[in-house]
């Protein structure tokens, strides 16, 4: 059964169809990523089944249930978790804290106990920074825990954003262009992270990407939108030589001339 | 340049005997001034601000608290029964402390700009002032019609049942407002939050019809006081009274009571904020005030958050409230006017936003500018105009000098130019918001600068 499956969503900004009909379907333990030029909907169709977004129409169904009508917050509960395109840490927190921040869903902490400081509040604090320092070095972060988080270069924050994502233990993660404004070595280096979260967490990966190296390298299913709209769908061998795919990326004389070692 | 000459300075005494020297020559100096004279502003600054030295210190944890409970429960209350202005000002900076320590919970620590903070302090002084007085029993009498000799509805020690009450009235005023203006953001939450501060002093300035609730524009006196203990009156005398120099009465004692009962309160109210802020709630908070939309990704529950933060704000400010009531045994609408709210708020922004010494300091600051500072100032220059001193150089006369130009009246401009100031020279406040530094197992020693 599909982890994640939405059928015919659909998401209107007044008269303009920001995606259109989209049928979907994740399989759980996969790598897969969303491609498409700019404005063909990915990132809506992130928000979309995040919740940030109320679907327009159609059904999107996480795990068995449906997640239509339900709050961001309630969607991250079920296990989605996500990054933002444009970095979105708690500028003001510490790095621990921001990873600490990831796990409020499963921290229990009755008023009581927070107020009396009972051990059982102690021992769930303490070993959730335990948890928070692991996931930090996980990713790649040392001794950086107590610097804020606005401090970081600029890698080390795409980095702690996915630390903090983890910390949910999500089933489903969701990356939203994980690898803009890298080097090479940094975006190899991320690469490798993603793979492993997959391998080493069984966590699925659901990702946003315009760097073709990284797409092509990691995904095992690729799904390709443009004007809203899922036009080609297949592994990354069937997408480089999709005629559709190569119009939507480089116009429709590129298809006759088969310019497409330039998509890759 | 000063500013790093001063911290070498500073440096320089803060490390071995030094910090409990100074504090203890910084106390003993305030005591000794205000001591001889009782009149001055200045030894009353000396001694309040060695609560400062106390903080910025580097001392011995004990001997910071022994020092702390000294200055706190012994010196301040004997001086203040020799001069009770000052004892009436610890008490202003003690109350509005609470409230600035109460809107700092929803302005610093869940970012949610609330201009009508004042309403919640109101709910709690009205609660009180209409169970502790005889308002009930002049429900059908237009204000000033109240016949005279009417009991009082409750008996004084209900006080104390009411200052829970009013937690828990004030917090559900708090999620009252909260429901409707949450999906609201900055600016919108901002002017929504100041109607409602209105409307509330609107209410209570108009409740006294067709049910005379409020007693109107008149407010509501006298309100009860919680019954005074006769053996603690004589016991302060007898370990005090030689100190004191007179007898205290049982109105001084009132005054020390209810200083004694705000001071509980903001220890208990400085106890609970730390711990919630350290815990998971106090994250989500910080979280909501820098990302909205990230905190919410990342499963906190919004709405539910932002009603906590309301909640408890506004709770502390209600307990405050009964407080003022009893302390004043008198309440009218004017008490609650937006500038209040505004004033509490320049405290929270002036001492750090998200800050807890700095809502205190805030606080502090703001309430001896106003009652102290500016009063002095009022006082020397009305002094001036009497006499028949001329400014020399333009050879004016200060007598002709316009009543307008009175520094008490200034209150506004002050304000507006703390705010303006420390938005450009220092905009995270006197005493900024710091990260609690963590122990980290299996994390290399972080490297301070």
Excluded at chain 2, 170 to 175: D, E, K, N, R, S
Excluded at chain 2, 236 to 259: C, P, R
Excluded at chain 2, 412 to 430: A, D, K, Q
């Amino acid at each position: 059964m599909a982890l994640l499956e939405t059928i015919n969503v659909m998401k209107v900004f007044g008269g303009l169809t920001a995606i259109n009909k989209v049928n979907f379907q994740l399989e759980p333990g996969r790598i897969v990523s969303i491609i498409g030029p700019n404005g063909a909907g990915k990132t809506t169709f992130f928000n979309t089944l995040t919740g940030i977004y109320s679907p327009d129409g159609g059904e999107i169904n996480f795990n068995g249930r449906s997640l239509v009508g339900l709050r961001p917050d309630q969607i991250a509960a079920r296990g989605i978790s996500r990054t933002f395109q444009n970095i979105r840490l708690f500028g003001e927190m510490s790095v621990v804290e921001n990873i600490l921040v990831g796990m409020h869903v499963h921290l229990r902490q009755s008023p009581l106990a927070t107020l009396l400081h009972l051990r059982k509040f102690k021992a769930e604090e303490a070993e959730a920074e335990n948890k928070a320092v692991k996931l930090m070095q996980y990713v790649g972060l040392r001794g950086v825990g107590n610097e804020l988080a606005k401090n970081l270069p600029y890698g080390a924050q795409r980095r702690l954003e996915i630390a903090r994502a983890l910390a949910a233990d999500p089933l489903l993660l969701l990356l939203d262009e994980p690898a803009a404004g890298m080097n090479p070595q940094e975006t190899e280096d991320v690469t490798r992270l993603f793979r492993s979260i997959r391998d080493d967490r069984g966590i699925t990966i659901l990702l946003i990407e315009h760097d073709m190296r990284v797409v092509m390298n990691i995904s095992e299913h690729i799904c390709v939108m443009d004007y809203g709209e899922k036009i080609a769908e297949g592994t990354p061998a069937e997408i480089r030589s999709n005629p559709r795919v190569i119009e939507a990326y480089l116009g429709r004389g590129a298809v006759a001339g088969q310019h497409e070692e330039k998509l890759i | 340049m000063i500013t790093t000459g001063f911290r070498q300075l500073f440096d320089r005494f803060n490390h071995g005997l030094w910090p409990c020297a100074i504090i203890i020559g910084h106390t003993l100096l305030g005591t000794f001034l205000v001591y001889s004279t009782p009149r001055s502003s200045l030894a009353f600054l000396a001694l309040v601000s060695s609560f400062f030295s106390l903080y910025y210190f580097k001392a011995d944890t004990r001997f910071k608290i022994v020092a702390g409970v000294l200055l706190a429960l012994v010196v301040i209350p004997v001086v203040g029964v020799r001069n009770i202005f000052y004892l009436e000002v610890i008490f202003q900076i003690c109350v509005f402390a609470a409230l600035a320590l109460g809107l700092n919970i929803v302005v610093g620590f869940a970012g949610l700009l609330d201009l009508g903070y004042v309403a919640f302090y109101a709910v709690g002084a009205y609660l009180w002032a209409f169970f502790g007085s005889q308002q009930f029993y002049v429900l059908h009498f237009a204000p000033g019609t109240q016949p005279s000799n009417l009991p009082f509805l409750l008996p004084g020690d209900a006080f104390y049942l009411f200052m829970f009450l009013a937690i828990i009235v004030a917090a559900i005023t708090g999620v009252f407002l909260g429901l409707p203006v949450l999906r609201l953001r900055g600016d919108y939450l901002a002017i929504v939050t100041l109607g409602f501060g209105e409307v509330i002093r609107v209410l209570a300035n108009n409740l006294d019809k067709p049910l005379n609730f409020t007693n109107g524009p008149q407010g509501i006196t006298p309100i009860q006081r919680p019954t005074m203990p006769e053996p603690l009156v004589d016991s302060f005398n007898n370990v005090f009274g030689s100190l004191i120099g007179h007898q205290a009465s049982i109105a001084d004692m009132y005054n020390v009571m209810f200083y004694f009962l705000a001071l509980a309160m903001i220890i208990v109210i400085i106890f609970v904020t730390r711990r919630i802020d350290d815990s998971k709630i106090g994250r989500a908070w910080t979280a909501v005030r820098e990302d909205e939309t990230a905190a919410i990704a990342m499963g906190i529950p919004l709405v539910r958050m932002k009603l906590a933060a309301f909640a408890m704000g506004a709770s502390f400010a209600g307990v405050m409230g009964v407080l003022l009531a009893a302390s004043r045994t008198f309440i009218s609408p004017e008490s609650f006017s937006f500038m209040q709210s505004i004033g509490v708020l320049t405290m929270v922004i002036l001492g750090g936003s998200g800050s807890i010494p700095g809502a205190i300091l805030g606080a502090a600051t703001v309430t001896l500018l106003n009652l102290q500072i500016l009063q002095g100032f009022s006082l020397y220059l009305s002094e001036l105009r009497q006499s028949d001193a001329v400014i020399p150089l333009i050879n004016f006369a200060w007598r002709d000098l316009s009543t307008q130009l009175d520094p008490a009246k200034y209150q506004r401009l002050l304000f507006g130019l703390i705010l303006i100031l420390m938005m450009i020279f220092r905009p995270g406040g006197l005493i900024p918001a710091k990260r609690r530094k963590r122990r980290l197992a299996g994390e290399e020693a972080v490297t301070e600068q």
